[in-house]
């Protein structure tokens, strides 16, 4: 039995690589000074898996959603809560726990979103004018 992994799903694996390696090197590889770094790093397999499985009229709109899963699922949490006043408060020394939880919340949500903006383009565009 042979798994296929359908164009879509390979886009949505990009974005989550992108959102998991932006955490990870912000967390663990450098904490300190790594945040845009850890964002261009993470936005190499969205920019990638764009250009490789999305269409190309849609490769504005697909883009800024899988950058806008990086930063915000990716980048933004781990940059909050490490070494921070609210991140000691909340999570103390181990910000990976909820830095992950709020990361695949925000991917999930984006994914979903994408599918839904995604349907809706093609509905609208096989509506005869």
Do not use: H
Request: no cysteine; charged share 10%.
């Amino acid at each position: 039995m042979v798994s296929t992994i359908y164009t879509d799903q390979k886009f949505d694996l990009s974005i989550v690589i992108g959102a998991v390696l932006a955490l990870y090197w912000i967390l663990y590889i450098d904490p300190l000074t790594g945040e845009v770094s850890g964002l261009v790093l993470g936005s190499l397999p969205v920019l990638i898996g764009v250009y490789l499985y999305v269409e190309p009229e849609q490769y504005v709109l697909q883009s800024l959603v899988g950058l806008a899963a990086v930063a915000l699922g990716g980048a933004a949490p781990a940059t909050i809560l490490y070494q921070t006043p609210a991140g000691d408060w909340l999570v103390g020394s181990q910000p990976l726990p909820l830095s992950l939880g709020i990361m695949l919340v925000v991917v999930v949500a984006t994914l979903v979103g994408r599918r839904y903006i995604q349907s809706t383009v093609n509905s609208s565009a096989s509506v005869p004018a």
